[in-house]
């Protein structure tokens, strides 16, 4: 059973940074995208970054481009969102997500993890 596991959100200034984690288990990803999403309060939850676990490849909402870097690391199975530049409508609850390639929807999520940006 595939479970993701945020860790990594909090409390910062604008203007600051987090880098988030997801660890990843169940089984093996190399054919899977991994992404992250984000709810903020009162709106949808709406696409972040998504990284191909096969060749690296990534791809990012125009609205962090730039200020989130998303990234992988094999040996522990673990995917990272680095986020710079932080401002206070980064502000929601950021879910990690995991979808094979081939698939339309994402099929696996995390409990999500809160990230809090002050004016």
């Known amino acids: 059973q595939v479970q993701l596991v945020e860790t990594g959100g909090g409390l910062v200034q604008a203007g600051g940074s987090l880098r988030l984690s997801c660890a990843a288990s169940g089984r093996t990803f190399s054919s899977y995208y991994m992404g992250w999403f984000r709810q903020a309060p009162g709106k949808e939850r709406e696409f972040v970054a998504r990284?191909?676990?096969?060749?690296?490849?990534?791809y990012y909402t125009d609205s962090v481009k730039g200020r989130f870097t998303i990234s992988r690391d094999n040996a522990k199975n673990t995917v990272y969102l680095k986020m710079n530049s932080l401002k206070p409508e980064d502000t929601a609850v950021y879910y990690c997500a995991a979808k094979r390639i081939y698939i339309i929807k994402y099929e696996h999520w995390g409990q999500g993890t809160q990230v809090t940006v002050s004016s």
């Open positions: 990284i191909s676990w096969s060749d690296d490849s990534t």
